[in-house]
C-alpha cells in the first residue's frame, strides 16, 4: 500500500483504480492534492450538492485555479449531458422527480456515452476524472462512471464501510462483485487525521481494531475501550430507555467545554427522535432532519389542500411538532370558541388572534408568518426540530416573495437551496446515523438500536473526536 503522502500523486497518476479512505483518513485532502498536481483540467463526480460544496471548499484551501476543475453530482452531470444530447441519449424526462425518472436519466447518460457522440468533447475538456464517495453510487450510477472510464483516467474513491446510503429500491454497488473488477483497489488511506489532529491517538488506534473486527463480521468488545469512551447499560425494557438515554443527555451537558454534541438515536423511527428531542428541547437539543424531511412536505401539501380554520388548525398541528409549549389543545379551543363569538382564551392567546383572525380570512403566507413567529415568541416555547420549522417559515417567505403556485413547490425550492448549501448545526444535536454521515463532532452520544448493522455502527463510532458515550444492551455483542 502506498504511503498518505504518495496517494495524491498515484490518485492523478492513474488509470483506472479505486482507493479505499477509512472514516476521518484525508480523502478530501487527497482528492484536493491529486487535483492541484494534475497536468490537466479534472471532472470530479459526487453524490450531493453539499459534496460539492465541501470538495470546492477544499480546494480553496489549497488555492487549486478554478480552470483546473469541475465539480458537479454525478445526477447532474448526467443529467446535463444527456439533456443537451436528447437524440443520442433517448432521454425521456428532463425534469426528473421520481426514482424511476432518474434511473432512467443515468441510463440515458451510459446510452450517450456508448454512442461516441461526446468523445471529443469529453477527452478535449478533461485530463481525469474523480469520483467521491462511491460507497453511495447505485448500479446504475456506476454504469455510467464504467463507461467514462473508457475515455478519462479515472479514480474513485470511498468506503465499503460506510455504505449506509438509503436507495429506497435501487440497487447499490456491490465492491467485491462491481467495484473492484473495474476499478482495481489501488491504496488505502490508513492514518487517522481527524484524532491525530485532536492528540486522541488512543481511540484513533482503538477505532481501527474495531474496524478490522467489523469488517470480519466480529462482535464489538466495549470492555477494551479507552478511558475517553464510556459505556452505560440499556435496560431491558424498553419503556425506560428514553429515560436512560437523557440521564445521559444530561450528564453530557457537564462537559459543555468538550464541544458540542450528537445524538445518534433511531435510525428507523423519526418519531422516536422526535420524541427525545421534545424531552431534551428546554437543554438546547435540536433535531437533524433529512433534506427532503417527510413530515414538512406533507405538512405542506395539506395546507396546499385547505382555506380558513382548517387550514389555521394544520398550521398549529405543525408548530406543535415543532416546539414545546404550543398547547395545542387549549389553543384548538380558543380558536373554535372565537369562531362562535365568545372570548375564550383572550388572556393567554390574545396576542394571537390578530394573525390567527388574518390566516381565517386570507389563508395568506404573511398571515401564516405571523402565527408561526408568535408561537415561536412565546415564553414556553422551545424549538427541538429547528430545522423543520425554520424551512416551512423560508418556504412561506419563498412563496410570497417569488408567487410561486403552492406552497409544496416553495418547499421543494427552499430544500434544493438548502442541498447546495449544506447545514450549519446546533451544539447540541439529534440525529441518525444515515443524517451524521460525513459529519464530525467533539462528542457523540450511541444509542443501540436492533436495526443497526456493522456499518451503522463504524460510522456511528467515528463521527466523535474527543469523548463517546455508549448506550448498549451489554458491552459485548454482534450487529445485525
Known amino acids: 500500500m502506498a504511503d498518505d503522502q504518495e496517494i495524491s500523486r498515484l490518485a492523478a497518476g492513474i488509470r483506472r483504480g479505486s482507493i479505499v479512505a477509512a472514516a476521518g483518513c484525508g480523502k478530501t485532502e487527497q482528492i484536493a492534492l491529486a487535483v492541484a498536481i494534475s497536468s490537466r483540467r479534472r471532472l470530479i463526480l459526487t453524490h450531493t450538492h453539499a459534496g460539492v460544496d465541501a470538495i470546492t471548499r477544499r480546494m480553496k484551501k489549497y488555492r487549486v485555479p478554478n480552470d483546473k476543475y469541475r465539480v458537479d453530482t454525478i445526477a447532474g452531470w448526467c443529467l446535463r449531458f444527456a439533456a443537451s444530447f436528447p437524440q443520442?441519449?433517448?432521454?425521456?424526462?428532463?425534469?426528473?422527480?421520481?426514482?424511476?425518472?432518474?434511473?432512467?436519466?443515468?441510463?440515458?447518460?451510459?446510452?450517450?456515452?456508448?454512442?461516441?457522440?461526446?468523445?471529443?468533447?469529453?477527452?478535449?475538456?478533461?485530463?481525469?476524472?474523480?469520483?467521491?464517495?462511491?460507497?453511495?453510487?447505485?448500479?446504475?450510477?456506476?454504469?455510467?462512471?464504467?463507461?467514462?472510464?473508457?475515455?478519462?483516467?479515472?479514480?474513485?474513491?470511498?468506503?465499503?464501510?460506510?455504505?449506509?446510503?438509503?436507495?429506497?429500491?435501487?440497487?447499490?454497488?456491490?465492491?467485491?462483485?462491481?467495484?473492484?473488477?473495474?476499478?482495481?483497489?489501488?491504496?488505502?488511506?490508513?492514518?487517522?487525521?481527524?484524532?491525530?489532529?485532536?492528540?486522541?491517538?488512543?481511540?484513533?488506534?482503538?477505532?481501527?481494531?474495531?474496524?478490522?473486527?467489523?469488517?470480519?463480521?466480529?462482535?464489538?468488545?466495549?470492555?477494551?475501550?479507552?478511558?475517553?469512551?464510556?459505556?452505560?447499560?440499556?435496560?431491558?425494557?424498553?419503556?425506560?430507555?428514553?429515560?436512560?438515554?437523557?440521564?445521559?443527555?444530561?450528564?453530557?451537558?457537564?462537559e459543555n467545554d468538550l464541544g458540542n454534541l450528537i445524538v445518534i438515536g433511531d435510525s428507523v423511527s423519526e418519531n422516536r427522535r422526535s420524541a427525545l428531542g421534545k424531552k431534551l428541547a428546554k437543554q438546547g437539543f435540536s433535531n437533524i432532519e433529512a433534506v427532503s424531511c417527510k413530515t414538512l412536505h406533507s405538512a405542506a401539501r395539506t395546507i396546499d389542500a385547505t382555506t380558513g380554520v382548517a387550514r389555521l388548525k394544520l398550521l398549529l398541528n405543525f408548530a406543535a411538532k415543532c416546539m414545546t409549549g404550543a398547547d395545542k389543545a387549549e389553543l384548538n379551543k380558543a380558536i373554535d370558541a372565537r369562531q362562535q363569538g365568545r372570548r375564550r382564551g383572550q388572556t393567554k392567546f390574545g396576542f394571537l388572534f390578530p394573525a390567527i383572525d388574518d390566516v381565517v380570512a386570507t389563508g395568506g403566507e404573511l398571515a401564516m408568518l405571523a402565527f408561526l413567529q408568535g408561537m415561536r415568541d412565546r415564553p414556553d416555547a422551545h424549538l427541538y426540530r429547528r430545522e423543520m420549522f425554520y424551512a416551512m417559515r423560508d418556504a412561506l417567505q419563498n412563496k410570497a416573495a417569488r408567487q410561486l403556485a403552492t406552497l409544496s413547490d416553495s418547499v421543494w425550492d427552499v430544500q434544493n437551496r438548502v442541498r447546495h448549501a449544506g447545514r450549519r448545526l446546533g451544539d447540541r444535536s439529534i440525529g441518525s446515523t444515515l443524517l451524521v454521515k460525513g459529519l464530525e463532532f467533539d462528542r457523540a452520544i450511541i444509542v443501540s438500536s436492533e436495526t443497526m448493522t456493522n456499518r451503522d455502527w463504524y460510522v456511528a463510532l467515528t463521527r466523535a473526536t474527543k469523548t463517546m458515550r455508549i448506550i448498549s444492551i451489554s458491552e459485548k455483542f454482534t450487529t445485525n
Open 88 to 254: 443520442r441519449s433517448g432521454i425521456t424526462a428532463t425534469v426528473p422527480t421520481t426514482t424511476a425518472e432518474w434511473d432512467g436519466v443515468y441510463s440515458a447518460g451510459a446510452r450517450l456515452l456508448d454512442s461516441g457522440a461526446v468523445d471529443g468533447v469529453l477527452i478535449a475538456s478533461y485530463g481525469g476524472c474523480f469520483v467521491d464517495e462511491y460507497q453511495d453510487c447505485t448500479v446504475q450510477q456506476h454504469q455510467v462512471v464504467e463507461r467514462l472510464a473508457n475515455l478519462l483516467p479515472t479514480c474513485v474513491f470511498g468506503d465499503p464501510m460506510q455504505a449506509i446510503f438509503d436507495f429506497r429500491n435501487q440497487q447499490p454497488v456491490d465492491w467485491t462483485t462491481d467495484v473492484f473488477p473495474t476499478f482495481a483497489r489501488a491504496a488505502e488511506l490508513l492514518t487517522p487525521w481527524r484524532w491525530k489532529r485532536e492528540n486522541n491517538e488512543e481511540l484513533a488506534e482503538w477505532l481501527g481494531a474495531v474496524r478490522a473486527g467489523l469488517e470480519r463480521n466480529n462482535q464489538i468488545d466495549l470492555s477494551s475501550r479507552p478511558k475517553c469512551v464510556t459505556w452505560k447499560a440499556l435496560p431491558a425494557d424498553a419503556k425506560l430507555h428514553q429515560k436512560t438515554v437523557v440521564g445521559q443527555c444530561l450528564e453530557a451537558m457537564d
